[in-house]
């Protein structure tokens, strides 16, 4: 069982920065891929970003490639997502995902135990 807390949502002006953390509780957190999601009113969940077990492979949204960054710290038990250049469209709540396999993925479907979300607001 993983049990996951996402932090670091706010309120931020367009191209400003925010920073995510999602502390992960048990002892197996450096085997499991972890990814970002967002959902915003109306849309469905999409994806954002994932991270593999040992942080040798990621995966972006085309939305936020080159903008957004995901990194993972197994000794802390964290996995993070900086956000620079936000844009009113990045607005959501975002959400951390644990996923009972090396390898990272990109759909909602195969990840296995969810954080409970921050809200990310940006203003333009």
């Known amino acids: 069982q993983v049990q996951l807390v996402d932090t670091g949502g706010g309120l931020v002006q367009a191209g400003g920065s925010l920073r995510l953390s999602c502390a992960a509780s048990?002892?197996?957190?450096?085997?499991?891929?972890m990814g970002w999601f967002r959902q915003a009113p109306g849309k469905e969940r999409e994806f954002v970003a994932a991270?593999?077990?040992?942080?040798?492979?990621?995966y972006y949204a085309d939305s936020v490639k080159g903008r957004f960054t995901i990194s993972r710290d197994n000794a802390k038990n964290r996995v993070y997502l900086q956000m620079n250049s936000l844009k009113p469209e990045d607005t959501a709540v975002y959400y951390c995902?644990?996923?009972?396999?090396?390898?990272?993925?990109?759909?909602?479907?195969?990840?296995?135990?969810w954080g409970q979300g921050t809200q990310v607001t940006v203003s333009s």
């Open positions: 995902a644990a996923r009972r396999a090396v390898v990272a993925g990109t759909e909602p479907n195969e990840y296995d135990y």
């Open positions: 048990g002892r197996t957190f450096s085997r499991f891929a």
């Open positions: 991270i593999s077990w040992s942080g040798g492979t990621i």
